[in-house]
Antibody
Framework: EVQLVESGGGLVQPGGSLRLSCSASGFTFSHYTFNWVRQAPGKGLEWISS????????LYADSVKGRFTISRDNAKDSVYLQLHSLTVEDTAIYYCARKGLQLWFDYWGQGALVTVSS | QSVVTQESSFSVSPGGTVTLTCGLSYGSVSAAYYPSWYQQIPGQAPRTLIYSTYSRSSGVPDRFSGSIIGNKAALTITGAQSEDESHYYC??????????FGGGTKVTVL
């Protein structure tokens, strides 16, 4: 069974940093591209970053470029999102999503809540 | 505001049919955008319904179908059930490995 489990969320002050993790199981992790998608309270979904299997194609939405860093460890079946210079607008549930064999997201984690507040 | 446009809300009677659409603020949606649709019940993670315009994800009931209608992607629920009350998001592939979601449509079954 495919599973994606996010961790590392929490309360952080404006300007602070946090690292989210997404642990995968039930499939060959190294074959797939992964994405992070976030959802602010009461708002819609926002794609923010992706990383391919070899970590040689990394992309960010403009809203997080220069502040967030995506990475992966194929030996640990995990993908990470390092969040820096956080603002209250970054408060959201952050979902890890696997890109399917075509151009869609086939599996999603349950999400990690990041709250930026003083 | 997203460049991907969706209706904000729809109401459908149990057993009825509703069609949600997904457009682009600056042009037409075609299969080349690989439209996909996701259902999200409040408090839960998104669930994949439709990918590559028409294809249903594993386990998705056949009352959900995807298409292109005019210059928009569409998600049709035929024979709506109470458990279909949810938010629905479309996602378009914008090229270069990036995606954009629409603002979502809230569907009420009553």
């Amino acid at each position: 069974e495919v599973q994606l489990v996010e961790s590392g969320g929490g309360l952080v002050q404006p300007g602070g940093s946090l690292r989210l993790s997404c642990s995968a199981s039930g499939f060959t992790f190294s074959h797939y591209t992964f994405n992070w998608v976030r959802q602010a309270p009461g708002k819609g979904l926002e794609w923010i970053s992706s990383i391919n299997s070899g970590s040689d194609s990394i992309l960010y939405a403009d809203s997080v470029k220069g502040r967030f860093t995506i990475s992966r460890d194929n030996a640990k079946d995990s993908v990470y999102l390092q969040l820096h210079s956080l603002t209250v607008e970054d408060t959201a549930i952050y979902y890890c999503a696997r890109k399917g064999l075509q151009l869609w997201f086939d599996y999603w984690g349950q999400g990690a809540l990041v709250t930026v507040s003083s | 505001q997203s460049v991907v446009t969706q209706e904000s809300s729809f109401s459908v009677s149990p057993g009825g049919t509703v069609t949600l659409t997904c457009g682009l603020s600056y042009g037409s949606v075609s299969a080349a955008y690989y439209p996909s649709w996701y259902q999200q019940i409040p408090g839960q993670a998104p669930r994949t319904l439709i990918y590559s315009t028409y294809s249903r994800s594993s386990g998705v009931p056949d009352r959900f179908s995807g298409s292109i209608i005019g210059n928009k992607a569409a998600l049709t629920i035929t024979g709506a059930q109470s458990e279909d009350e949810s938010h629905y998001y479309c996602m378009l592939y914008m090229g270069g490995g990036t995606w954009v979601f629409g603002g979502g449509t809230k569907v009420t079954v009553l």
